[in-house]
Each structure stands twice: as structure tokens, then as C-alpha cells.
């Protein structure tokens, strides 16, 4: 958590505390969310994670690596008292996830891609949204032989072709992902935050149209001159490698599919599991299947699409950059006023023919928001859930019963 830019914090009386900052931050109030309790005469940055403090419902009573983790009620807990006086958290693998639900050991179990479609006796199917974007980053620049701490290849010859991203955003058909991976558990997504309240529609496009991307491609130089089915420009193969994490179900089929639509445009994706140390090692010179869910525009935004330098930190995977972007992203970060904020940080998705959407500079193609899916036991009572948090099923536990039982 970056707090350079907090100056100073006082108690202003028992309920109230008073935040001053360096300059002006339209995104502070999110970093609110994840500040933790740290004791200052005894903090340990390598043991402190496995004793967190806290002030919620719940302490950690004990955690066992790699399988559980158990907590109990906060006697301390200054708000409503929860039902339940223990919660068990479990760590299986995905593929074992239908499973502990058919097994009924258990209250609340998330639900596989490869199981969407299927029901569990005695439990519920409950879908929720959290904004949840998956889609594929582009190298944004050319090879031109440079590298990150000479290791880090930088560069890739097509994708930094703007026509390349283009014709992808254009002729993808995101629908038919939904429908076809995610049995319509999610919808089409476009700018990586189209459920936000910074979004832009306008820098939308309209997906699923292979003629135009064809078009678009051949406006851009790439023909198929050797009838292999793959265009190419200049001597180089319309050809790119896509990293993607094979331990997730959905990602590994998404970039599948994606592949499949790619090669009726006469684009080349080659497809390579591996794990986050080779993906981040590979994302300046290669595509890579990404997720964002963050609703903090300094997240899904600024730390996505502002120029920067490369520095081995997975934002900004292509090392996407445009000024007048940049310069409304910069305004959005130092307003405020959270409306004019999320104004601007909108503008910058579209600027002057430019900008990170995908009618602009499109140095992604966002291809699904994908919802969270659960199979919740039934007799177990979740309560009235906000919108668009569904990534974090606890937040309002205390809201959580157990009914028609007596256990």
C-alpha cells in the first residue's frame, strides 16, 4: 500500500479521524479499504501477515498452510454480533471444487467454469458481479532490441501494429465466449471497466464483425500473399505468442477460443502455458491473458495504461503509452472532486484519435466481464449483498444465518 502521498493522520474526537495529504488524490478513499492495523513498536513485516490485527467480526484463530484457516468471533467486535461463531476457510485446488460441494461438507464452495452448468443436491447456484475483466494485453512497442535488466525482452514487431490490435477488438465475437466458456455466467467487456462509473462507451467498438477487421488489416498492410491462411506485412507473419496461466480453467479456455477467432481474421496465435514468474517475464515482447477486478480507477486505469518505464511489475503489461491520456489520467488522480475525476478519468479512454479503449489506441482486447458463481448450502441465508462486489462473499457476514436448522 503507497501512502508517500499521506502527510499526516489525527484523531479529531472518539468517532472521527482526520486524513491530511500531500497534494490532492481522487483515489484515496479506496486505499482506505485495504489500510490494516500495525503495531509500531513491535511490527514485523515477515511475520505480520500470519497474526493480522483487526478490528472486524472475526480474529484468526489459527492457520494451517496450504489447507485452512479458522476464525472466531471478535469478542471486541463494536458492531452486530455475527450468527455463525466460526467461519473455516478451505484452500482446494479448482478441479476439486464440485466435489467438496457434492461431498456437503461444505456451506459455501465457488464454481468451476467446467461445472457452470451442472446443479448440486441441497445447495443453491448464486451468481454474483464484481466487474471481474479478463482479456489479452499487447506489447505496445516494436522490437527494437531492448530489454529489462537484460533478461526482459521488449517488443513485438506485430502487436505493436495498431491495425493488429484493431482488427482483434473488432473481430473477436465476445458474446460468443460468453455464451460458449462461461454458459452466459458473463457478459461482453470492452474497456476493462464498463461496469464502472468512470466508464466510456464511446470507446467501445462493435465486436464479431470479421469483415471489418479483415478490412482494417488490409488497410493496414497485412495480405495473405502465400495462401497459408495468415497474413503478413513487410516480410513479417501476422504471429504472436499468448501466455496464459493453465491453472485456471477459464483463462486457459478463454485463450483458446480467443486463438480460434484470431485465425479466421488471419491472425496467428500461438498459445503458451506457463506459470506468473514466465508470464511476467514474457509480457513485453508476447500477449498475455490478463485479469483486473479492481474498482479503484488508480488500479484499473492509471496504473494500467500510464506511461511508464518498464520495471518488471505486471500493470501496464505492454507498455502502453499516449500524452493526452496521460494528461487526463494525471488531472483525474489530483482532482477534487470524485465526479470531475471520474469524468476525466473516462475522457482518457478517447482522446484526439488516441486513448487506452479500444476505439482508440486498443493496447488490450478486453473479451468478458466474468461473474462469481457459488453453490451455497441451502438453509444458509447470505442476507442483502451490495452490487458488483461479488468477488468478496463475506463482506456482510454478520448478516449471515443459518435457517430451518438448529445447528
Known amino acids: 500500500m503507497d501512502l508517500t502521498n499521506l502527510e499526516s493522520i489525527k484523531a479529531v474526537n472518539e468517532t472521527t479521524v482526520e486524513f491530511n495529504l500531500v497534494e490532492p488524490r481522487s483515489t484515496f478513499i479506496y486505499d482506505l479499504r485495504y489500510v490494516g492495523i500495525v503495531p509500531s513498536d513491535s511490527y514485523d513485516n515477515n511475520t505480520y501477515g500470519e497474526n493480522p490485527i483487526g478490528t472486524g467480526p472475526y480474529v484468526l484463530d489459527h492457520w494451517d498452510k496450504g489447507q485452512q484457516a479458522i476464525f472466531k468471533v471478535n469478542d471486541n467486535y463494536y458492531g452486530q454480533k455475527p450468527y455463525f461463531t466460526q467461519i473455516t476457510l478451505l484452500f482446494p485446488e479448482e478441479a476439486t471444487w464440485l466435489e467438496l460441494a457434492k461431498s456437503g461438507d461444505v456451506d459455501v464452495v465457488p464454481v468451476a467454469t467446467s461445472a457452470l452448468n451442472q446443479s448440486v443436491d441441497g445447495y443453491q447456484f448464486v451468481e454474483k458481479s464484481a466487474g471481474r475483466a479478463q482479456g489479452v494485453s499487447f506489447p505496445y512497442l516494436p522490437d527494437t532490441g531492448d530489454s529489462w535488466n537484460g533478461t526482459w525482452k521488449i517488443g513485438n514487431n506485430v502487436t505493436s501494429d495498431k491495425a493488429i490490435r484493431q482488427a482483434l477488438n473488432v473481430g473477436v465475437d465476445r458474446q460468443a465466449m460468453c455464451d460458449e466458456i462461461f454458459s452466459g455466467h458473463a457478459t461482453p467487456e470492452y474497456t476493462s471497466v464498463d461496469t464502472r462509473d468512470y466508464a466510456n462507451s464511446n470507446a467501445k467498438v462493435q465486436d464479431g464483425d470479421v469483415d471489418a477487421a479483415k478490412q482494417i488489416l488490409k488497410e493496414g498492410g497485412w495480405t495473405d500473399t502465400d495462401g497459408?491462411?495468415?497474413?503478413?506485412?513487410?516480410?513479417?507473419?501476422?504471429?504472436?505468442?499468448?501466455?496464459?496461466?493453465p491453472d485456471y480453467l477459464d483463462r486457459q479456455s478463454l485463450s483458446t477460443v480467443f486463438a480460434e477467432q484470431a485465425?479466421?481474421?488471419?491472425?496467428?496465435?500461438?498459445?503458451?502455458?506457463?506459470?506468473?514468474?514466465?508470464?511476467?517475464?514474457?509480457?513485453?515482447?508476447?500477449?498475455?491473458?490478463?485479469?483486473?477486478?479492481?474498482?479503484d480507477p488508480y488500479k484499473s486505469i492509471y496504473q494500467q495504461y500510464h506511461s511508464k518505464e518498464a520495471d518488471g511489475f505486471y500493470m501496464n503489461p505492454g507498455l502502453y503509452n499516449n500524452t493526452d491520456s496521460d494528461k487526463l489520467m494525471d488531472e483525474a488522480m489530483h482532482s477534487s472532486d470524485l465526479n470531475a475525476a471520474n469524468t476525466l478519468w473516462?475522457?482518457?479512454?478517447?482522446?484526439?484519435?488516441?486513448?487506452?479503449?479500444?476505439?482508440?489506441?486498443?493496447?488490450?482486447?478486453?473479451?468478458?466481464?466474468?461473474?462469481?458463481?457459488?453453490?451455497?448450502?441451502?438453509?444458509?441465508?447470505?442476507?442483502?449483498?451490495?452490487?458488483?462486489?461479488?468477488n468478496d462473499i463475506l463482506i456482510n457476514v454478520c448478516d449471515w444465518t443459518r435457517t430451518n436448522s438448529t445447528a
Open 263 to 295: 485465425k479466421e481474421l488471419g491472425i496467428e496465435v500461438n498459445l503458451v502455458g506457463a506459470d506468473w514468474d514466465t508470464i511476467y517475464a514474457n509480457m513485453y515482447s508476447s500477449a498475455a491473458l490478463m485479469q483486473q477486478t479492481s474498482p
Open 346 to 390: 473516462s475522457e482518457s479512454a478517447l482522446v484526439n484519435g488516441g486513448g487506452w479503449g479500444p476505439a482508440g489506441d486498443a493496447p488490450f482486447v478486453w473479451l468478458v466481464n466474468y461473474d462469481y458463481n457459488y453453490f451455497i448450502k441451502d438453509g444458509i441465508d447470505i442476507g442483502e449483498q451490495p452490487d458488483g462486489l461479488g
Open 228 to 245: 497459408d491462411g495468415i497474413v503478413e506485412k513487410d516480410g513479417v507473419k501476422a504471429s504472436f505468442d499468448l501466455y496464459y496461466p
